[in-house]
């Protein structure tokens, strides 16, 4: 591949050893079957990396992610980073030494499983690290360890049991491997890994929920062992651990979408009013009941993970109890249609849960897109597009909103609007608290028969 070449060219002095069905000779074919075992290659195309003395720096072959990902790998184990390269993932693709060694048939049963798990072990304790960094080692070690636990005998529990027990600490290493210990280390985790910190929680309680399989199968094989009752009340501990993390993450985006809706909800509100639109029915109440309940919900959870090492921030609880202070003002001003104060006292919590400078990022600032009426809202100028226009299948699901919000563009609907007796009908009927939407479509009506003509449904018309 040209990528492969082009990055050899700058990188590395590469040579290419290949065994074509023809045009080698008997000697030349040997010879290069030779090298090809001595570095140990079982699959093509394979790339083997050498320092300047000839020793192993690590292999790879074909990367399902694509050629970027490959150049990273092999810069990587360029730099000595081992647990990049690949390694064999079932003891299928070991050196042919080592498995004549392992399938000898001459072996008992009792050999053949004390043979595997030596195996095991030997790998696992040459290069600890990259138990848990390489996939394809943690896969053999795995594989190592099942194998040692098939082929014990019925009568040697003991053999089954040391196996079985490996294979679950295996798994609950991995699983603690993947728990972060502060704020900081789950960010850069999560940079890492190229993944959201929920993900990486939940992979780390699956490989919780799998250590605890395998430890209660192993249990009855040895009741009284102590490492393993030991390991089984901290692996419960984990698991409850990940859990209450996963709880309380997924408490504060609940905690802070809901307060950010009432928030927009609120702001909506006030630009009504100050349009003279307005209604007897209360409205935006579930949306603050709802941030309400979401923050103190998220005081709960962040309490139950307050014991270090956590993944709370270190002013979090504090913080999410001024959201809860200011959140709690907001349902008293907004029912007595001081709106703008209850919007501040929504801000001021948003603001505690997270950081003023990210809600900038993250949400259109203020004003943006005036000039079009918001969905479920339809202006005085626009015209309908049959009977009932566009408000007859738009309902708010935070309650009745208020109606009949003047957008600031059209010109031809400011010239159609103006002087017009319903106009002045409809105005009395906001401020009386009369039917607006019935009034609305009645206008609409006596619109699209003066016209006597269809205007397609669009807002730039």
Do not use: C
Not at 187 to 210: H, I, N, T, W, Y
Not at 258 to 275: C, G, H, I, P, Y
Not at 328 to 354: G, K, M, T
Request: negative net charge; without cysteine; hydrophobic residues 30%.
């Amino acid at each position: 591949h040209q990528i492969f070449k082009k990055w050899a060219e700058t990188k590395v002095i590469w040579t290419l050893i290949d065994l074509p069905r023809v045009g080698l000779t008997d000697v030349e074919r040997r010879a290069r079957r030779s090298l090809v075992e001595e570095l140990g290659v079982e699959t093509f195309p394979m790339v083997v990396f050498l320092d300047f003395n000839k020793n192993p720096m690590g292999s790879l072959t074909h990367d399902p992610k694509g050629p970027s990902s490959w150049i990273e790998r092999a810069d990587a184990i360029l730099k000595g980073e081992i647990a990049e390269a690949d390694t064999a993932a079932s003891t299928d693709y070991l050196p042919e030494e080592i498995r004549k060694s392992l399938e000898d048939p001459a072996l008992t049963e009792t050999q053949r499983s004390i043979r595997y798990y030596n195996k095991a072990l030997e790998l696992e304790k040459a290069e600890p690290e990259l138990t848990l960094k390489s996939t394809d080692r943690f896969k053999l070690l795995l594989d190592l360890y099942s194998k040692a636990a098939d082929a014990a005998p019925t009568l040697r529990n003991d053999l089954k049991f040391a196996a079985l027990h490996k294979r679950g600490l295996l798994h609950h290493r991995k699983g603690q491997s993947n728990v972060p210990k502060s704020e900081q280390e789950i960010m850069m985790m999560a940079m890492q890994e190229r993944s959201d910190p929920v993900k990486l929680l939940k992979r780390a309680k699956g490989s919780f929920q799998k250590a605890l399989e395998i430890y209660k199968g192993a249990a009855p094989l040895k009741p009284a062992d102590e490492e393993l009752s030991d390991n089984l009340a901290l692996v419960y501990k984990n698991i409850s651990r990940v859990q209450d993390y996963l709880d309380f993450l997924a408490a504060f985006q609940t905690a802070t979408q809901n307060t950010q809706d009432a928030l927009d909800q609120e702001n909506r509100f006030v630009e009504s009013l100050k349009r003279e639109v307005n209604t007897l029915t209360e409205v935006n109440k579930k949306a603050i009941e709802s941030a309400v309940n979401s923050i103190q919900n998220l005081i709960t959870k962040a309490e139950a993970i307050k014991d270090s090492p956590t993944i709370l921030p270190e002013e979090g609880l504090k913080d999410y109890r001024l959201a809860e202070e200011d959140i709690v003002l907001a349902p008293s001003p907004h029912r007595e249609r001081r709106l703008e104060q209850a919007a501040q006292h929504i801000q001021d919590a948003l603001d505690h849960l997270i950081d003023p400078q990210q809600q900038q990022q993250q949400q259109p600032s203020q004003g943006e897109g005036e000039g079009e009426p918001e969905e479920g809202e339809n202006s005085e100028s626009e015209e309908p597009d049959g009977e009932g226009g566009r408000q007859d299948n738009q309902e708010n699901p935070q309650g009745d909103r208020p109606e009949g919000d003047e957008p600031e563009t059209g010109d031809e609907g400011e010239d159609e609007g103006k002087g017009e007796p319903d106009d002045n009908d409809l105005k009395r009927a906001e401020k009386e608290g009369g039917d607006l939407r019935s009034r609305l479509l009645r206008k609409q009506q006596q619109e699209y028969l003066r016209n006597g003509r269809r205007i397609p449904r669009s807002k730039s018309h």
